[in-house]
């Protein structure tokens, strides 16, 4: 069984750019999974991000950008703020109407 | 406005069936490309596909999931709903109904959520 990878935890020091990677345990993520990104803060629904690799969703800053960089999809925050500390998920979309979740990072700015 | 509101006991015994309803206001649920999904997230852990159906009313299931869960969808209440069959403890989470977009996206817009606990 094919799992979505994420970096557990990461962190960035305010004003920085992180960089946080969606991965597959077998075979490389391609525009053709249409990698999602969600922000989620302790006791708030997610907040989508990003869908389609790099399509920004409605309101959020453009320091927020997806790609894929490698065999991974990528989610870029450049100018790292401190309401940006948060829960962040990938999701991937592996055929049939079936979409598979990341296990999520956790980034801390510091 | 688009806006997504679940509703449904908040508690469900061991064995029983969970019936959830997501609310659709803003726009239809039958409006072409939409699809609206359930996706739930255990106390303390992450994000969990649960199932998706189409804006013409195809399901599609989290295979570990699928023998236990039928997603439906009313057009005249402008309502989606999730059943999950045979529940126990590890059902217990926090539910979410979303708005999707095709093959683009699982869940664009997301409702609040609502926690379910399985107990006795």
């Known amino acids: 069984q094919t799992v979505v990878t994420q970096e557990p935890s990461f962190s960035v020091s305010p004003g920085g750019t992180v960089t946080l990677t969606c991965g597959l345990t077998s075979g490389s993520v391609s525009t053709n999974f249409y990698p999602s990104w969600y922000q989620q803060t302790p006791g708030q629904s997610p907040r989508t991000l990003i869908h389609n690799t790099n399509v920004r969703s409605s309101g959020v800053p453009d320091r927020f950008s997806g790609s894929i960089l490698g065999n991974k999809a990528a989610l870029t925050i450049t100018g790292a703020q401190a309401d940006d500390e948060s829960d962040y998920y990938c999701?991937?979309?592996?055929?049939?109407?079936?979409?598979?979740f990341g296990g999520g990072t956790k980034l801390t700015v510091l | 406005q688009l806006q997504l509101q679940e509703s449904g006991p908040g508690l469900v015994k061991p064995s029983e069936t969970l019936s959830l309803t997501c609310t659709v206001s803003g726009v239809s649920v039958s409006t072409n490309n939409y699809y609206w999904g359930w996706i739930r997230q255990s106390p303390g852990k992450g994000l969990d596909y649960i199932g998706i159906i189409s804006y013409s009313g195809i399901p599609y299931y989290n295979p570990s999931l699928k023998s236990r869960v039928t997603i439906s969808i009313d057009t005249s209440k402008n309502q989606f709903s999730l059943r999950l069959s045979s529940v126990t403890a590890a059902d217990t989470a926090l539910y979410f109904c979303a708005r999707g977009l095709g093959g683009d996206s699982v869940a664009l817009s997301w409702g609040q959520g609502t926690l379910v606990t399985v107990s006795s």
């Open positions: 999701v991937l979309f592996m055929g049939g109407g079936i979409w598979v």
